[in-house]
């Protein structure tokens, strides 16, 4: 038994070794022929694809044909008999067809890798959203406790001196303005926390405008007279929501202490861009101020939350 041709994808190959396919170029063909010469139509062939795949009888012609067969080694043999008892040696004939390149180790190797490292970072990611979720809250909490709580320890105080019965009438009407005012402010307190965690309003167009509208609310009843001047050019530059916070805050501060410290006639806001992605924020008065070389030796708190903050 004997190994007459081979073909793949109609082009003569070599007998005399294995051979190795491209997974698109795998369509193999093999013909064969009986070493006897006796009663040659009476000659059966059988043929196998593998060392413990079942025999197949062709009943035609010596040829067999594989295609399109899957990425792996292959042993072809192929046997002859003239009484379907004796069979004679099996020709043998092995090659391989490769897989593709989105199959072969190296690829799969390196796309697990991927997949390793895509879950990582996504871990990473999760754990670094819920960081800051949790430094969120923490500000918030910090917020809530500075300045909600201290304004409703204001309003009990002066509510309990209201209360007292020898409270005279024009200091109850103080205590009782007083005690609207700070209610005022803890509502704006309370405004501005939420201000600062809405996403609609993240922009750095939205704190300027909220600056002003702040600040015009905290000059309404004529402390005061407060200019704001922002460009009109001022972008919708996105910014976190602890940025805005902190500068909202900062420049608040400031404007208190321009009407409770400084005794100011005239307060004034503006922005100006500094550099390609760098906004300065002005706040300035004409009242009384801090010589600069005592600056540092300011220690309301007011002032070292500002500096905490910036």
């Known amino acids: 038994m004997v190994l007459v041709e081979g073909r793949v994808d109609d082009e003569r190959i070599a007998l005399d070794g294995p051979i190795t396919l491209a ?24 043929v196998r694809l593998g060392r413990d795949a ?17 990425a792996g ?25 490769e897989p593709p390149w989105y199959r072969t180790p190296q690829w799969l190797t390196a796309l697990g890798l991927a997949a390793v490292l895509a879950v990582l970072l996504l871990y990473r990611v999760r754990v670094r959203h ?9 500000r918030i909490a910090m917020d809530l406790h500075d300045e909600i709580g201290a304004a409703l320890g204001s309003v009990g105080i002066l509510a309990g001196v ?14 009782a303005a007083e005690i609207g005012e700070t209610v005022e402010e803890l509502g704006a307190a309370l405004a ?5 965690l809405n996403p609609r309003e993240a922009r750095l167009s939205d704190l300027g405008a909220r600056l002003v ?5 905290l000059f309404a009843g004529g402390a005061a007279e407060f200019v704001a001047d922002l460009p009109a050019d001022l972008p919708d530059t996105p910014l976190p929501a602890r940025a805005r916070r902190n ?30 992605a760098l906004w300065r924020l002005d706040i300035a008065d004409d009242g009384v101020g801090v010589v600069p070389g005592e600056l540092e030796n300011v220690t309301g708190l007011g002032t070292l939350s500002m500096r905490r903050r910036a």
């Open 73 to 97: 080694a292959y042993r072809a043999q192929v046997r002859a008999s003239l009484d379907g008892r004796s069979w004679s040696v099996p020709a043998t004939y092995t090659f391989e067809v």
């Open 213 to 217: 509208e702040r600040g015009r609310r």
């Open 162 to 175: 209201l209360g007292q019965g020898e409270v005279e009438a024009g200091e109850r009407a103080d205590l």
């Open 23 to 46: 997974h698109d170029r795998n369509r193999i063909e093999l013909r064969f022929a009986a070493l006897s010469y006796r009663a040659p139509s009476q000659v059966r062939y059988q």
């Open 54 to 70: 079942p025999w197949s009888t062709i009943r035609a012609q010596p040829v067999v044909r594989w295609v399109d067969l899957p």
């Open 130 to 138: 819920l960081l800051e979720l949790e430094r969120q809250r923490t």
């Open 247 to 276: 500068v909202l805050l900062v420049g608040l501060e400031a404007m208190r202490n321009a009407v409770r410290h400084a005794d100011a006639e005239r307060v004034s806001l503006s922005m100006a861009r500094v550099g390609p």
């Open 192 to 196: 501005d926390i939420v201000w600062s």
